[in-house]
């Protein structure tokens, strides 16, 4: 067999770009890691080491110890505030810019895509910029309910029927995926004929099945991981690096 070096493997990844007539974006924690936000299933990422998930990060945990819960996202929110877009994110919004990326489905709750310039996206998991009561359904910022969580450190309540307890708009365990983001996400799987797949183990269901989908439709499938996933072998190119370092090059590539 041939082993291809990176550089083809940027050069394949350019060339299907260019050729394609719809090409989305799925990203996960893997491409916010350069820009300081651990992701979850990493070696010594540290996110679920010390924790239960079912009993922290599931819904059912939530309403039991909503302490717990925020004590565990304490870390990964005090990150996202603090965090910006890395050369991956910039070249995702870049691609968008070209005309080339149609649409970015995200695992990611930290709005990174977003603030990098993209502006068509499904975060399928929820985002950091709202939190819910869970009583009344009230909205709140985000911002001012987890700044002051990180202060004081008490649980955030509901000022509107003094009752419930405020919960970050991120699907825990347990939980649905909002229907709509789900439903364009599926919609934009089988719609793409070329998808970009950029740090995600493509562990967690629904979300990893729309790789699947989009393959079974006929598009073409890339990975840049820095690892292996379950779907390399599905692939069309995959390229195991920084998403950070990797999508430069690709962006340098589509545009000679
Ligand atoms: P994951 O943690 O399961 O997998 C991340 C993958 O990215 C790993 O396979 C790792 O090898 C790879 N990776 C790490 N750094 C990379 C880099 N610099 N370049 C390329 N690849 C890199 O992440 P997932 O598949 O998105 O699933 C995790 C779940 O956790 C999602 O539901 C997501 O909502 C949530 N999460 C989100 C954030 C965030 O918003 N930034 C952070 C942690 C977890």
């Not at 770009?17 to 890691?33: C, L, W």
């Not at 950091?128 to 450190?153: H, M, W």
Request: aromatic residues 8%; neutral net charge.
């Amino acid at each position: 067999m041939i082993s291809r070096t990176t550089y083809d493997l940027v050069r394949s990844t350019a060339d299907l770009i260019i050729r394609s007539e719809h090409f989305i974006a799925f990203t996960g924690a893997g491409i916010s890691t350069e820009s300081g936000i651990p992701d979850f299933r990493s070696a010594h990422s540290g996110l679920w080491s010390h924790i239960d998930p079912m009993a922290v990060a599931s819904i059912y945990g939530f309403r039991k110890n909503p302490k717990a819960f925020y004590e565990w996202i304490k870390p990964l929110a005090h990150k996202i505030m603090e965090a910006r877009p890395n050369p991956g994110h910039e070249m995702i919004a870049e691609l968008e810019r070209m005309g080339y990326i149609k649409s970015v489905i995200t695992q990611n709750i930290d709005m990174l895509h977003w603030k990098a310039g993209n502006r068509n996206i499904s975060e399928l998991h929820g985002h950091l910029r709202s939190a819910t009561c869970i009583n009344c359904f009230q909205q709140y910022d985000a911002a001012p309910v987890l700044e002051k969580f990180l202060t004081d450190g008490e649980v955030p309540r509901c000022t509107n029927c003094q009752e419930g307890i405020l919960k970050p708009d991120v699907i825990l365990f347990g939980e649905q995926l909002p229907y709509k983001e789900l439903q364009a996400a599926q919609d934009a799987a089988r719609a793409c004929d070329l998808m970009l797949i950029v740090g995600s183990s493509l562990e967690v269901a629904p979300a990893s099945d729309l790789p699947i989908l989009a393959k079974k439709t006929g598009a073409r499938l890339v990975i840049l991981n820095l690892e292996r996933t379950n779907l390399d072998f599905e692939a069309d190119v995959v390229i195991h690096g920084r998403a950070a370092q990797i999508l430069p090059q690709i962006v340098r590539e589509v545009r000679k």
